[in-house]
């Protein structure tokens, strides 16, 4: 028991050619481990995963009741969309990744680490992709809608690219505070905070999106110029099958109005001057 790992004295290293943690694979994992009287450490601790690399350190104190646990690390050009598959069942998001993390928790099971899990996180992901949502599809369906005409079918992928995606985290008792979320491509911008719940595994996020490019509809047609405009993104429910909501109905109407406003404005001025040319 934890009792008599208390007395162990340790100083050497474990080399594991493959191992498996939670459905995601490491390889080449290398652990020098040192300590004795309930205090170890393993640093530093390396690994492959996934085409990148693992780097970190960790420590184990088992004088208290309850073991406490502390590690800090770095993951880097890991590919997000296999690792994501092995530890959720799904890949949410693909690209390269790097993860910052410093984080500690208590317990022996998973369940309790979990339970108890803080700390902070910084990722990193470029060249990639938000998979399952089209957030262009949806903002040419929400102008078809309000303009009461039929959506011209694309045979377009149900994901959003991006050149970049950053966010960072504070975790406390298994809950994550997103302070910061950004996502950007040529043609959009994302930007909002939320919150993750590790245990229940449900996820609530705020986001403001930002249209950079005029989007032209299936049939090559300019849609509404919503350019510089922010539009409020919701994205809630479970973390491996989240439901996107776009909030576009007031402000694609307000756009079409003054869309509607200038074309009548133009005529107006139109039909003065040849009023005035007749004179």
């Known amino acids: 028991g934890v009792d008599a790992l208390r007395d162990w004295r340790v100083n050497g290293t474990l080399a594991i050619d493959s191992l498996t943690v939670s459905g995601a694979r490491i ?12 205090q170890y450490l393993a640093d530093p601790v390396r690994a492959g995963i996934y085409g990148g690399t693992l780097d970190a350190a960790l420590a184990l104190d088992l004088r208290p009741d309850i073991p ?14 296999p690792l994501l598959q092995a530890l959720l069942g799904r890949q949410l998001l693909v690209g390269l990744g790097r993860a910052d993390a410093d984080l500690r928790a208590r317990g022996l099971t998973a369940e309790a680490l979990l339970e108890s899990l803080s700390g902070e996180v910084s990722v990193a992901v470029v060249d990639g992709a938000l998979l399952g949502v089209n957030i262009a599809r949806i903002l040419r369906e929400a102008e078809a809608r309000l303009r009461d005409r039929d959506l011209v079918a694309a045979a377009a992928p149900r994901q959003t690219d991006f050149s970049d995606l950053t ?9 994550a505070s997103i302070d910061t979320l950004n996502a950007r491509s040529p043609l959009l911008e994302l930007e909002g905070s939320g919150q993750a719940d590790l245990i229940a595994g449900t996820i609530e996020l705020g986001l403001g999106l930002r249209v950079l490019q005029r989007l032209e509809r299936a049939d090559g047609s300019p849609m509404t110029d919503l350019r510089g405009l922010t539009v ?7 973390i491996v099958e989240p439901v996107v909501q776009l909030d576009l109905g007031r402000l694609l109407s307000e756009q079409l109005q003054q869309e509607l406003e200038d074309e009548l404005r133009e005529r107006a001025t139109e039909e003065l001057q040849r009023f005035l040319r007749r004179l």
């Not at 646990?69 to 050009?77: I, P």
């Not at 966010?167 to 809950?175: F, T």
């Open 68 to 81: 406490e646990w502390a590690a800090r690390g770095q993951l880097a050009d890991v590919r997000t969309g």
């Open 167 to 175: 966010g960072s985290a504070r975790l406390d008792a298994g809950i």
């Open 27 to 38: 390889e080449g994992l290398a652990l020098p481990i040192s300590g004795q009287d309930g």
């Open 232 to 238: 409020p993104m919701r994205v809630s429910g479970p």
